[in-house]
């Protein structure tokens, strides 16, 4: 049987191999446009399309077009589906004639019976027009555009907005409020909403597109009711470029329009029932202080940062917070501390860990915004009890996010705030809390620098190799290992290598291995070290650190 399906599944490579002999059989590739299958047609046509450039002008008249032509007038839809992405490659190097050719079954295949052959067609009318000559943009693509964005069926008619945008680039600057503008307008206010949304998603586009001036008169009431839209998707999709839009208004009356006409719907946003729109306006909201400037960010912006601050929905306190560094540019982070404290408090206890977890990734930029005795003061208590979380990549995340604390606060402050609780954690009755307190230790040792860590973390290492849990143990030969770059050459000699050997002939097979790689690493480093302090150095600035994060990010066993 197996011999059977072996041959049945090598059929097809058998015929295709056959037809490739016979002469007068056509292209595989032309045969593979027409397939019922779409991943097939599409990767046949991008395979056409390369084909394409490798042809001579005389070549593509001879042998490219006229496929292209058969592929229009095929009697399934699907060679003319494919059909479609192929006429924008030919067009520029071959004949007027041929030219025109072209542009006929362009035309015929946007007003084609089936949908799925108008779909295809619009979504390829903007790569079409960038290849056409001026003139016939204005007379044939324009009537197309108009069409399409016409068309009884929405999936056409958004994919029409899309090619909308892309001809609004290709015509002088007169020409655009008559030709184009009617049947975007039409557009934005379409019946169906996936056409709006799509209207929305392509708003900073179309703006680039047509200018400063028919954005004043025509985009900026679009862009307010789509705001305003009674889909929620529209209005997220629109809220989502608020920033990019305000960004791009005409400098001479950009504050103006945006207190006057987009900050009134802006404001409304803000207690809208969908949480996607209020998490979307989150994300960017606070870019308009960097806009609007001290003023008007006091004044207007910063009650609707607050408002989202106390916001239920966890992703819009997230998205403020995480945005913080623009508003503290222009206010300052002081003026929001106030709300800021409890929003931070909420996120940092979330029941999903994945927000908890991105908030311990903002702490070092809030730290380093607010300042160390604020941070001491509402914030430390914080960071400690992440390291106890139930979730381990909390704890990994809330160890990496200690180092960086200390790398902005120095090791001073470490040394009084941050390392005598950490230690504090290896007489902790949850060895997954001890082996933590290990894991703090191999991230600060390198920030604290070779005294704080000889004179005050290496004796709780010690201390912790007669765990009586063999994780907790081979972890603390592990440490060992990590920290050893920290720490001078006596040192390593006369008490870390005791520790080791010690560890060396444990009765866990585990804590045997790591005490034995460590060992050897030591031994490796100190004949360096005889050699000269460089090499010693040099050795394990690139090698320690690289071996021990493979080793120290695994989840630990059970005891």
Same mark, same amino acid.
């Given at each position: 049987m197996a011999g059977a399906d072996s041959d049945d599944s090598l059929y097809p490579i058998a015929v295709l191999i056959d037809e490739l002999r016979n002469e007068d059989v056509q292209p595989p590739l032309e045969s593979l446009a027409t397939v019922e299958e779409t991943v097939v047609r599409d990767k046949a046509v991008e395979s056409l399309r390369k084909i394409s450039h490798e042809h001579s002008p005389v070549d593509l008249e001879v042998h490219f077009e006229p496929l292209v032509k058969r592929l229009a007038s095929g009697d399934w839809f699907t060679s003319r589906t494919s059909a479609c992405g192929l006429f924008s490659v030919c067009y520029p190097r071959v004949s007027s004639t041929v030219k025109a050719e072209i542009r006929q079954h362009f035309r015929t295949l946007c007003s084609d019976d089936t949908p799925m052959v108008r779909r295809a067609a619009a979504s390829k009318l903007g790569e079409f027009a960038k290849v056409l000559e001026l003139e016939y943009v204005k007379s044939d693509i324009i009537s197309l555009f108009t069409a399409l964005a016409s068309d009884e069926q929405d999936s056409v008619r958004l994919l029409a907005v899309e090619a909308g945008v892309s001809i609004a680039t290709l015509l002088p600057q007169?020409?655009?409020?008559?030709?184009?503008?009617p049947t975007l307008r039409q557009a934005a206010e379409d019946k169906s909403w996936r056409v709006r949304y799509m209207v929305a998603d392509?708003?900073?586009?179309?703006q680039k597109a047509v200018g400063p001036e028919i954005t004043k008169n025509d985009l900026v009431p679009a862009f307010q009711n789509l705001l305003k839209d009674c889909e929620a998707e529209v209005r997220a999709a629109a809220a989502n470029k608020v920033k990019e839009f305000c960004e791009n208004l005409p400098e001479d009356s950009r504050e103006t329009i945006?207190?006057?006409?987009?900050?009134?719907?802006?404001?409304?946003?803000?207690?809208?029932?969908?949480?996607?729109?209020?998490?979307?306006?989150?994300s960017v909201i606070m870019g308009l202080s960097t806009i609007l400037g001290k003023d008007n960010t006091i004044e207007h912006l910063l009650p609707l940062f607050l408002?989202?601050?106390?916001?239920?929905?966890? #992703?819009?306190?997230? *998205?403020? !917070?995480?945005?913080?560094?623009?508003v503290n540019e222009v206010i300052g982070i002081r003026q929001l501390s106030q709300s800021l404290l409890p929003a931070i408090v909420e996120l940092a206890e979330d029941a999903k860990w994945r927000v908890r977890l991105a908030i311990i990734e903002y702490m070092p930029l809030l730290a380093g915004q607010l300042g160390v005795e604020f941070f001491d003061e509402k914030l430390n208590s914080l960071c400690m009890a992440w390291l106890v979380d139930h979730v381990y990549a909390i704890r990994?995340?809330?160890?990496?996010?200690?180092?960086?604390?200390?790398?902005?606060?120095?090791? #001073?402050?470490?040394? *009084?705030? !941050?390392v005598p609780k950490v230690l504090g954690m290896a007489n902790d009755p949850n060895y997954l809390h001890r082996m933590t307190t290990l894991f703090c230790i191999n991230a600060l040792s390198e920030v604290c620098g070779q005294e704080i860590t000889t004179k005050h973390m290496l004796p709780v290492v010690f201390k912790m190799s007669n765990d009586q849990v063999a994780n907790v143990r081979f972890n603390v030969a592990k440490s060992l290992q990590k920290i050893g770059p920290v720490l001078d050459s006596n040192c390593l000699q006369t008490e870390v290598k005791p520790v080791l050997e010690k560890l060396a002939s444990d009765q866990d097979i585990d804590v045997k291995y790591f005490a034995q790689e460590a060992i050897s690493e030591l031994t490796h480093a100190?004949?360096?070290?005889?050699?000269?302090?460089?090499?010693?150095?040099t050795y394990h600035l690139i090698t320690v650190p690289v071996l021990c994060l493979t080793l120290i990010v695994v989840e630990p066993r059970p005891p």
């Open positions: 007169e020409d655009l409020e008559a030709l184009v503008m392509k708003f900073s586009d179309l945006i207190m006057t006409h987009i900050l009134p719907c802006v404001k409304e946003l803000v207690s809208d029932t969908n949480q996607h729109v209020k998490s979307a306006l989150a408002a989202q601050l106390k916001d239920e929905c966890p #992703e819009v306190r997230l *998205n403020i !917070i995480s945005n913080l560094d623009c990994e995340a809330a160890t990496c996010n200690l180092m960086k604390l200390v790398e902005k606060f120095g090791a #001073e402050w470490a040394q *009084n705030t !941050i100190c004949a360096q070290h005889d050699r000269g302090a460089n090499h010693y150095c």
